[in-house]
């Protein structure tokens, strides 16, 4: 069946970074576009980054851009996301999410989602 699972997830101070992995089974994980979403208490849903099924483009939310990198191996079914110079405003449930750009507002609940990893930036 159809799985994600997130890692990486962790306490961290302000201007720490974390690199976040997504290992995919059950599934052609170079099919699809690969994206990172986050979801932080009483907020929607919100798109990190977002990566094409062979990896040759990326895109970034607003929050994400020039502290985030996206990349994926297909060969591995895997992908992750290097977070740096993080800040408290980051801190949310990061979630992997399989298939094309999602807009609503709440992270998982499908079969194309992970489970989520916690991050927390906090001094």
């Known amino acids: 069946q159809v799985q994600l699972v997130e890692s990486g997830g962790d306490l961290v101070q302000p201007g720490g970074s974390l690199r976040l992995s997504c290992a995919a089974s059950?599934?052609?994980?170079?099919?699809?576009?690969l994206g990172w979403y986050r979801q932080a208490p009483e907020k929607p849903c919100e798109l990190v980054a977002i990566i094409t099924k062979n990896g040759d483009n990326k895109a970034y939310g607003d929050s994400a851009q020039g502290r985030f990198i996206i990349s994926r191996d297909n060969a591995k079914s895997t992908a992750w996301l290097q977070m740096d110079s993080l800040q408290p405003e980051d801190t949310a449930v990061y979630y992997c999410?399989?298939?094309?750009?999602?807009?609503?507002?709440?992270?998982?609940?499908?079969?194309?989602w992970g489970q989520g990893t916690q991050v927390t930036v906090s001094s």
């Open positions: 059950g599934f052609d994980f170079s099919s699809s576009p």
């Open positions: 999410h399989a298939g094309l750009p999602y807009y609503g507002s709440k992270c998982g609940g499908n079969v194309d």
